[in-house]
């Protein structure tokens, strides 16, 4: 009940920031808001998508999980839906499911090729994130490099688990200690081994093809971006802008809101805040940002929810530290 409640805090936060502005500049600011501009953004949220399906499959096909199109492009937005209406990261979890129940392979092979395909997300919000704080940070180039470099360091210091042995082993050591719970998970048979196995059968090749649809899907939603901050007539530039999205997009990620529907806006507001945009102008953008790419995407998951719904059944045959037996036989 506690952690419900502490999920509403982002709620909370986007009641204060409405409380807070001027009604009357906010509903100015969207009134007059360049519809067309916003109706060219919420379209493009199919080509905005359509890399990271592909990008998935090439990850699925990878581990010889044959998933066709239709599938994959249901499974994805079906799970956008779910993450949507529930806290978390649950409509990923959904696409292990389904991949896991179409394709007959265990769960821990699925999730490999679901964390890897979010991973390409994150990082490149913080390599986005990292490019706007350099055309943004001045001529202090040197102390730039050095937040760069720690902040580089902090978030790609888990991936030495997956390529060093001797990390990974040392990992393994430290949570045995912790009793048998932790050993169905690390240890030589646990789950998160299992995981961690199927990660690194990834070759360079679905890897650096995932890099590049990354970068294009990427492109597309800093076109969009740009659109809705023109639909305003929000006077910042494209690094502004990029920097506005990555902050809002970080602190989305922070476990005390849906979608980080509250968040978000406080982080975007705040930074615009800074180049001198209004807050009411600053949060309008905001609320646009979330009307584009969490509830119109939302919608359209909704519809391919319908078409194809979460597999709770796939839910009982999950047990940690259990390794399923595997079909060679994917989903045509």
Same mark, same amino acid.
């Given at each position: 009940?506690r952690?419900?409640?502490?999920?509403?805090?982002?709620?909370?936060?986007l009641i204060?920031?409405?409380?807070?502005?001027? #009604?009357g500049s906010?509903?100015t600011?969207l009134?007059e808001?360049?519809?067309?501009?916003v109706?060219i953004?919420v379209?493009?949220?199919?080509?905005?998508?359509f890399?990271?399906v592909?990008r998935?499959?090439?990850?699925?096909?990878?581990?010889q999980?044959?998933?066709?199109l239709?599938?994959a492009?249901?499974a994805?937005?079906?799970?956008l839906?779910i993450g949507?209406i529930t806290?978390?990261?649950?409509?990923?979890? @959904?696409?292990?499911?389904?991949?896991?129940?179409?394709c007959?392979?265990s769960?821990?092979?699925?999730?490999?090729?679901?964390?890897?395909?979010?991973l390409?997300?994150l990082?490149a919000v913080? #390599?986005?994130?990292g490019i706007?704080?350099?055309?943004l940070g001045g001529?202090?180039?040197?102390t730039?490099?050095?937040?760069?470099?720690v902040?580089g360091?902090?978030f790609?210091?888990?991936?030495l688990f997956?390529v060093?042995?001797?990390a990974?082993?040392l990992?393994q050591?430290?949570?045995l200690?912790?009793?048998s719970w932790?050993?169905?998970?690390?240890?030589?048979?646990g789950?998160?081994t299992?995981?961690?196995d199927?990660?690194?059968t990834?070759t360079?090749?679905?890897?650096?093809?995932?890099?590049f649809?990354t970068?294009?899907?990427l492109?597309i939603?800093?076109?969009?971006?740009?659109l809705l901050a023109?639909a305003?007539?929000?006077s @910042?530039s494209?690094?502004?802008?990029?920097?506005?999205?990555t902050?809002?997009s970080?602190? @989305?990620?922070v476990?005390?809101?849906i979608?980080?529907l509250g968040?978000?806006?406080a982080?975007?507001?705040?930074?615009?805040?800074?180049?001198?945009?209004?807050s009411?102008?600053?949060? @309008?953008f905001?609320l646009?940002?979330?009307l584009?790419?969490?509830?119109?995407l939302g919608? #359209?998951?909704?519809?391919?929810?319908?078409?194809?719904?979460m597999p709770?059944?796939?839910?009982k045959?999950?047990?940690?530290g259990k390794r399923q037996v595997e079909?060679k036989e994917g989903a045509?």
């Open positions: 009940m952690s419900n409640w502490f999920r509403l805090a982002g709620l909370g936060l204060f920031l409405i409380w807070r502005a001027d #009604i906010l509903g600011a009134s808001t360049n519809l067309v501009l109706m953004a379209v493009l949220n199919l080509p905005h998508v890399p990271k592909l998935w499959r090439g990850l699925l096909a990878s581990h999980i044959n998933y066709s239709i599938q492009t249901l994805h937005f079906s799970s839906f949507f806290p978390g990261r649950l409509g990923d979890f @959904a696409r292990v499911l389904h991949v896991s129940q179409d007959g392979v769960v821990s092979r699925a999730f490999s090729t679901v964390l890897i395909d979010r390409f997300d990082y913080l #390599i986005m994130g706007a704080f350099v055309i001529d202090d180039y040197a730039i490099l050095v937040q760069i470099v902040i360091m902090v790609l210091s888990p991936l997956l060093s042995n001797p990974f082993s990992a050591n430290i949570g200690r912790f009793g932790t050993g169905k998970l690390i240890g030589p048979d789950w998160l299992g995981v961690r199927d990660i690194r990834f360079i090749r679905p890897l650096s093809v995932g890099a649809l970068a294009v899907s492109a939603f800093l076109g969009q971006a740009m023109r305003l007539d929000l @910042a494209l690094g502004e802008v990029t920097f506005a999205v902050l809002g970080l602190a @989305a990620l476990p005390i809101s979608s980080g968040t978000r806006e982080a975007i507001v705040t930074y615009l805040g800074t180049t001198g945009t209004s009411e102008t600053a949060l @309008a905001s646009l940002i979330f584009n790419f969490y509830l119109a919608l #359209i998951g909704a519809v391919a929810w319908l078409i194809k719904p709770i059944k796939g839910l045959s999950i047990r940690p079909s045509s």
